[in-house]
């Protein structure tokens, strides 16, 4: 049976509106608010992501937003031009737009790292295990806009993001180093950069960096 896309006309999947971005970024920072209340010492990156989703969830379910879904667990993703069941990877958590909706390649990824203050290694792994494979096109492929979410084991965040930054920038060039954007209350830091995936196509890759210290 065919059905008619249910989006608006000529409304690409894979874009998104700066209020939609605005959307993501506030329940990401109030989700992760939410999950720090409920951390222990010592968890790691897994912990912590399944944490973070069940606040977003709560914060979408509060709000009433009907016009967003937020998907069950990691997303896999798999190489379908290829008969090869390899998984290619998961992206923590992904979000869909109703314009989205009925589209398995369209989604919002937000890729979740831990970083902080001389945290050299995890700072590290940030750029190569995460920002690496937006660059690829591992992930989102094609999309306008993708997230990364680094959860700030140790203060102050500044530190961290200034390694981030620097790793980007040498990395891959000088439009994608961090730049601050609108600071939201619920965040240490929101910035984004410019990458060109597979060395093209032109996506915006936004920084939101979250208070995962266990609360007082």
Do not use: W
Request: some cysteine; aromatic content about 6%.
């Amino acid at each position: 049976m065919l059905l008619s896309p249910d989006r608006p006309a000529g409304r690409p999947p894979f874009s998104l509106y700066d209020d939609e971005v605005a959307t993501v970024v506030d329940l990401v920072c109030r989700g992760a608010a939410e999950a720090r209340g409920h951390l222990q010492a010592g968890m790691i990156e897994v912990p912590i992501t399944r944490l973070v989703r069940k606040g977003i969830r709560r914060v979408k379910q509060g709000a009433n937003l009907s016009n967003v879904q937020l998907r069950a667990g990691e997303l896999e993703l798999d190489d379908m031009a290829s008969t090869d069941p390899t998984v290619l990877g998961r992206i923590d958590i992904t979000l869909q737009f109703v314009h989205q909706f009925g589209e398995e390649d369209a989604y919002v990824a937000i890729e979740c790292k831990r970083v902080g203050a001389r945290q050299h290694q995890l700072n590290a792994r940030y750029v190569t295990d995460g920002v690496e494979r937006f660059v690829t096109g591992q992930y989102a492929l094609g999309h306008s806009d993708s997230f990364m979410l680094g959860f700030v084991l140790v203060l102050p965040a500044e530190a961290a993001v200034a390694s981030i930054s620097g790793r980007v920038r040498s990395t891959y060039g000088e439009e994608a180093q961090l730049i601050l954007e609108s600071a939201h209350p619920a965040s240490l830091a929101v910035l984004s950069g410019r990458l060109l995936q597979k060395g093209s196509h032109a996506m915006r890759l936004h920084h939101i960096f979250v208070d995962m210290t266990p609360a007082a």
